[in-house]
């Protein structure tokens, strides 16, 4: 049983450019959500995606974008690229349930590097 | 912003218990703590999580104070392969909420 696959492993990007991240989630489950992790930081809730809509959002700019598909895999898109936005993307998945036992479930994350 | 304090960083010989405390003194009554870990440069995986009764899985234990305002993730065998950073979240059980991570605690197991 696959778990959540992320695809690129590392990323680098200049400024300005646009990058689009991908995430399979684990077999069963339909809820993805996105996270980004600074440097020696915990990871920040970007947005999370539900039957192929965005439910809930994170405290992040219209430039961080996402989507679902019917098979409920995501993509992150991220428009101009700031220095900042250097990180460990890293997607969770889950079933829709929401219940204490409703576990998220990490992939390995994309390592995106602007310069 | 987070709703746990951890100390910045531990120390444990391999072989012996790591106790991982965790303060969460503004917990409510329909919040959760869960424990995650993160090894270098992976992402963050599940360990654990409690309501106010004491958890066990086939590793490591979770103990939640009776007033529920503090726990404690117990390894009770350390190993080199347990140097991690380990998170401690609290979370309301309704809807799929999203996690909120703070620094964590850097746990590093000597030989």
């Known amino acids: 049983d696959a778990g959540v696959t992320q695809s690129p492993t590392h990323l680098i990007k200049t400024r300005g450019q646009q990058v689009t991240l991908r995430c399979s989630p684990k077999s069963g489950h339909d809820t993805v959500s996105w996270y980004q992790q600074a440097l020696g930081q915990g990871p920040q809730f970007i947005f999370q995606y539900y039957e192929e809509e965005e439910r809930q959002r994170g405290n992040f700019p219209d430039r961080f974008s996402g989507h679902q598909f019917p098979n409920y895999s995501s993509e992150l898109n991220v428009n101009a690229l700031l220095l900042g936005d250097s990180a460990l993307y890293l997607c969770?998945?889950?079933f829709g349930t929401g219940g204490p036992g409703d576990i998220q479930y990490f992939g390995a994350g994309t390592r995106l590097s602007v310069l | 912003d987070a709703k746990t304090t951890q100390p910045p960083s531990m120390d444990c010989a391999e072989g012996r218990a790591a106790n991982l405390p965790c303060n969460h003194s503004?917990?409510?009554?329909?919040?959760?703590v869960y424990w995650y870990r993160q090894i270098h440069s992976q992402g963050p995986q599940y360990i654990i999580h409690?309501?106010?009764n004491n958890e066990t899985n086939e590793m490591d234990s979770l103990i939640i104070t009776e007033d529920r305002k503090s726990s404690t993730l117990i390894l009770p065998h350390a190993t080199l392969r347990d140097t991690a950073v380990y998170y401690c979240?609290?979370?309301?059980?309704?809807?799929?909420?999203?996690?909120?991570f703070g620094k964590g605690t850097r746990l590093s197991v000597i030989a």
């Open positions: 969770a998945s889950s």
């Open positions: 979240i609290v979370r309301v059980t309704s809807g799929n909420t999203p996690l909120v």
């Open positions: 503004t917990i409510s009554g329909n919040e959760y």
């Open positions: 409690g309501l106010k």
